[in-house]
């Protein structure tokens, strides 16, 4: 018989139980993951506490003691997965084939989640204390609107924080920030039968759109050496009531992921600017945007500081690609890095599968990431 490693049995409970975010379809507290994490810790005699973020959605903080109380180090992952809607495999059966398993959430994150508990576990029954204190921070909502970080950053002071996050088991020390907002147009309503009575508010901005696609071109003159050019989406557009009226409205909704160094006021200023250039073509319209509905600053984490000293030589050690890297997409990180905690992201498995119909992690990177988080806590001074 075949046995997995403690740590995929973990993984497997996990995925097992629901705990997609309530603001998606089919959505549910993320409270029974924060259960098992404390019955599993309540085993071994951890001290725990917990944050109420929102009624019933708690964030989870363990604690291993250090030989010095006065530095921390946060291990933090989130416990939300994505909807599993769109998904061609059962979403909670952790089925193991190929040397992978599968799930929501088996990736994203509930695979770093699973290393960052082993690490803890197995450093306390051996009764080993490290240098500093160690936090495990398992946080609810990431997947929406990162109000469980943004709690547990609160007052908080640490050294240093590793977020888990599918990275290939990269060491991430950069990532893009995102601002999302809405542009609305407004026109004139008339009768379709005399349209020069109206003025058509989905011309307008189909006239901005383009202008933005021309725009979004040029981000990529200027890359990042880590993180590649500054990239932009008009994901959403509304507009117009039935077919015979000349439209009073349209609507778009923006999504601009941004560089480090890029200041939101200046992006949105850029913005502002290519609206004014293009007021002149249709007087009749009024051009208003909206303020930002999401704002996440990007991640810079210097290469030269102690957290990634540290993080490089064990990825070399554990015969990983160990020089730092970047990723576009935004997680935890940023808010903890905002709050003056040095943070890099590093966990298992590949964002590509993250959100995906067929969701799965590669169980050797499991256990390498838990040897990794386990690593980085017991020599982090």
Known sequence: MH??????????????INSVNPAYEGGESEVAVVNYIREFFDRLGLPMS?????????????????????????????????????????????LIADGQLHGRGSCDTKAGLAGMMHALASLHSEGFTPPCEVWLAAVVDEEYSFRGVTKLCEGLHADAA???EPTELRVIVASKGVLRW??????????SSKPQLGTNAITHMARLVLALEDYHRRLAEHPHPLLGPA??????????????????????????????????????????????????????????????????????????????????????????DSSPAGVPFGSDASKLSRVGVPSLIFGPGSIDRAHA?????????????????????????
Request: negative net charge.
């Open 3 to 16: 046995h997995n490693p403690p740590v995929i049995d973990t993984l497997a409970d996990l995925v097992r």
């Open 50 to 94: 917990v944050q109420d973020v929102f009624p019933g959605r708690p964030n989870l903080v363990v604690r291993l003691p250090g030989q010095n109380p006065d530095r921390r180090v946060i291990l933090e992952a989130h416990t939300d997965t994505v909807s599993v809607a769109g998904m061609s495999i059962a979403p909670f059966d952790p």
């Open 162 to 164: 590793i977020v888990a």
């Open 182 to 191: 809405k542009v609305e147009v407004t026109g004139k309503a008339a009768h």
């Open 231 to 320: 990239t932009s989406n008009v994901g959403v557009i509304h507009g117009g009531v039935q077919v015979n009226f000349v439209p009073d409205r349209c609507e778009i909704e923006i999504d601009r992921r941004l560089l480090p160094g890029e200041h939101v006021d200046n992006v949105l200023a850029d913005y502002q600017q290519m609206i004014d250039d293009l007021a002149a073509a249709d007087p009749g319209c009024s051009v208003w945007m909206h303020p930002p509905m999401l704002v996440d600053e990007a991640l810079d984490t210097p290469t030269d500081s102690p957290v990634v000293a540290l993080a490089t030589e064990i990825a070399s050690e554990l015969g990983l």
């Open 357 to 381: 119909a067929i969701e799965y992690v590669e169980i050797d990177q499991v256990v390498q990431a838990a040897e990794f988080y386990r690593e980085f806590i017991r020599r982090f001074e």
